[in-house]
């Protein structure tokens, strides 16, 4: 398990219930066992990606797995036992993914698609990078795009030294209805005012400069 563990991921510290401490042997109710056992799954699978830069390795090398979930609550199990966004050293990211999508455009099912962006001045990390990066991947776990969530492949958090992003991945990059309908999504549970732009992942590949032209704004 990478580094950024805050507490011991050990299953005796996690407890069988994936919260912080285990649960008491000394509980004589079957029917409150039966209640803390009772997960609640989620319509995917998801599998969060931590992104340190090591020189000596390949930025695919430098990606790694910490862990996938497919429960409501063992998604609070990991989120409360990893450090917040706000906190890594630049250069850092973490990625949510449908597991089976890998955080990459050259993933077969990033390739064709494309990703909405959020940028997040440095100034304002503390205020708004932690809850924006929660609230997205709230989106991801609960289905928030109705019809359009097969379309949606996962997200990602960039740290930087100049600023952070904040970007939903799609499979998806020219059916505009479903694009837009995505970005709209987006900008309504974050209640952020800033315009949202489309980035194609191909044009993202293919930069010759740091600008890429949007192709779609909301």
Known sequence: MPEIIKK?????????????????????????????????????????????????????????????????????????????????????????????????????????????LITVDKRLRSMYLDSFWLEIMMCLIGEAFGEFGNAVNGAVVNVRMKGDKIALWLAESQIKQTVMSIGTVIKTRLAWDNPLVFEVHRDSMNKNSSAIRAKYTV
């Open 8 to 116: 011991s991921d050990s299953a005796e510290d996690l407890g069988s219930e994936g919260h912080g401490s285990p649960r008491s042997s000394t509980n004589p109710s079957p029917t409150l066992d039966l209640a803390l056992d009772t997960k609640h799954p989620l319509q995917n699978q998801w599998t969060l990606w931590y992104y340190k830069i090591d020189r000596s390795k390949s930025w695919e090398d430098n990606q790694r797995e910490v862990t996938t979930f497919s429960t409501v609550e063992d998604f609070w199990a990991l989120y409360n036992h990893i450090e917040f966004a706000s906190k890594l050293q630049p250069g850092c990211d973490y990625s949510l993914f449908k597991t089976g999508v890998r955080p990459m455009w050259e993933d077969q099912k990033n390739y064709e698609g494309g990703r909405w």
